[in-house]
């Protein structure tokens, strides 16, 4: 079992930044895989980026050159910086982790951009 908590939410500006965090704690097993997703109201959930244990990434093409993955092996935390936001990133952002079968969510962090 794997247990994910994000934090870094909130209300931002059109053009401001965030950093949204992701603690997994438990049965941590690698090779792995971390990602943020997003879900804004009435639309599906769908990959914002996603970062590999041996730290292979990819983004979605909405987000290239504005947004940055990173984690951190040894805390077992990923992070997600956001700059230059958008009005259409206003949506709630979910951790996953993603081991053989295994597939885990976090409670999701509510991102608005509003002015």
């Known amino acids: 079992q794997v247990r994910l908590v994000e934090s870094g939410g909130g209300l931002v500006q059109p053009g401001g930044s965030l950093r949204l965090s992701c603690a997994a704690s438990?049965?941590?097993?690698?090779?792995?895989?971390m990602g943020w997703y997003h879900q804004a109201p009435g639309k599906q959930r769908g990959l914002v980026a996603s970062?590999?244990?041996?730290?292979?990434?990819s983004y979605a093409d909405s987000v290239k050159g504005r947004f940055t993955i990173s984690r951190d092996n040894a805390k077992n935390t990923m992070y997600l910086q956001m700059n230059s936001l958008k009005p259409e990133d206003t949506a709630v952002y979910y951790c996953?982790?993603?081991?053989?079968?295994?597939?885990?969510w976090g409670q999701g962090t509510q991102v608005t951009v509003s002015s």
């Open positions: 970062v590999t244990s041996s730290g292979s990434i």
């Open positions: 438990g049965s941590i097993f690698s090779p792995n895989t």
């Open positions: 996953n982790f993603r081991h053989d079968q295994y597939n885990y």
